[in-house]
């Protein structure tokens, strides 16, 4: 599906939602105004002295320098890797910040590092959010594209932390954006999503089931080459010590709650910061997955329009994990992106945008609550995408338009 910006559908959409606009406007405005003002203050890169403050992106540099100084596989090795950081904040701080992350990443890491941390941080935002605008707009299909990828309330984890979350939205948005026009390109770019594996649960098993044999084989290439160039570069030792790492890391944050369970967006996150046992978060969570895996499966195979397939799977990569933070959530954006060009021709659906709005509000308001507000946003985006493709019962997709 080709979209036209100038079409007299799309412009009948967006007549349709000009509340909505402003409200994306108010955001925007606020979210650039607390960066900066966090930023004058000492809180956001760099401390009033001009130090590297102690957020997720040391840990990304931190790996960087201890790679370039030949030690690719110590940023496996917690305490190792946590003095690594300490060193490149100038302090120590509480907690650590584990590299997770195949050696593949280690090329992203050791680019970073040759520059000094803050200027770092800056230009890994500076590179990243610029690639997810672009993704969000080219999927909308309209300049009111960039007011609302500005205006997501994920983006603003993602910049304090200094995070991948631009990144992985830019790849898994481009790619479903690519996958019908350019196969090929589609598959290189999930190929480089391979950096964060646990985002790849569903990408194999709906390309499998649907036949996108020329995405699987561009994937997999993209993969096995970007590994080769990595074991070269990197060694052996580092692939070793990230496969043992593994246990450690998982046992850590989903077992131990080194992250806080409220911090874990995900079904597994909710049960957990309810007080349930690992074992009732995992059935939950295994549940989800499998009846998430299912309708897509389903879904897919189907003559629904692509775009809502498209959505479908952004909102389902968030909800078959159990390791999501709120960073992760930026790919919900792309997932809203799609649910609003699947309804180009005809506008929203009665009720949609509002309830687009309430997910964003959910998203916005985890600091206040600490709970896994951001997996219930993913659920009411994938309320939406069951309605648009009829998985709802009409009576009640009725009762749903009249609540929203």
């Keep these: 599906m080709t979209v036209d910006a100038h079409s007299p559908g799309l412009r009948a959409a ?188 569903l990408l194999p098993i709906v390309l499998v089931a649907c036949g996108h044999w020329r995405t699987i084989a561009a994937a997999t290439f993209t993969v096995v080459v970007l590994a080769v160039l990595s074991w070269s570069a990197f060694g052996l030792d580092s692939w070793v010590a990230f496969f043992q790492s593994l246990p450690t890391a998982s046992q850590s944050t989903l077992e131990q709650g080194r992250a806080e369970w409220g911090k874990l967006q995900s079904a597994y996150g909710l049960v957990r910061v309810m007080g349930g046992a690992s074992a009732t978060a995992w059935a939950v969570q295994g549940v989800l997955a499998g009846a998430v895996t299912v309708a897509l499966v389903s879904l897919w195979r189907s003559t629904a329009p692509f775009d809502l397939k498209a959505c479908a799977l952004a909102t389902g990569t968030l909800l078959v994990t159990p390791y999501i933070f709120l960073y992760d959530l930026v790919i919900l954006a792309v997932a809203m992106a799609f649910l609003l060009r699947a309804g180009v021709g005809a506008g929203p659906a009665p009720g949609e945008m509002r309830a687009l709005a309430v997910a964003g509000v959910l998203i916005l308001i985890f600091p206040l609550v600490k709970v896994p507000v951001g997996f219930v946003a993913a659920l009411v985006v994938a309320l939406l995408i069951m309605r648009r493709a009829g998985f709802v019962p009409a009576r009640l997709r009725a009762s749903a338009s009249t609540a929203l």
């Design 14 to 201: 967006w007549q349709l939602t000009r509340p909505f606009e402003l409200g994306c406007f108010a955001l925007c405005v606020g979210q650039a105004v607390y960066l900066a003002a966090s930023f004058v203050q000492g809180l956001w890169l760099a401390d009033p002295s001009g130090a590297p403050i102690a957020t997720d992106f040391v840990n990304m540099w931190a790996a960087g320098r201890q790679a370039l100084e030949g030690q690719p596989a110590a940023v496996y090795d917690v305490a190792l890797h946590k003095a690594a950081e300490v060193a490149a904040v100038g302090h120590d701080f509480d907690g650590e910040y584990p590299w997770i992350y195949p050696p593949t990443f280690l090329f992203v890491a050791v680019s970073l590092a040759l520059l000094p941390h803050v200027t770092a941080a800056a230009v890994w935002l500076a590179l990243t959010f610029p690639a997810y605008v672009i993704a969000f707009r080219a999927i909308v299909g309209h300049r009111a594209g960039v007011l609302l990828a500005c205006a997501f309330p994920g983006l603003l984890a993602n910049a304090i932390a200094g995070q991948n979350g631009f990144l992985s939205a830019a790849l898994l948005g481009g790619a479903l954006l690519l996958m019908q026009s350019s196969p090929l390109v589609a598959g290189c770019l999930i190929g480089l999503l391979a950096f964060k594996p646990h985002l790849g649960i």
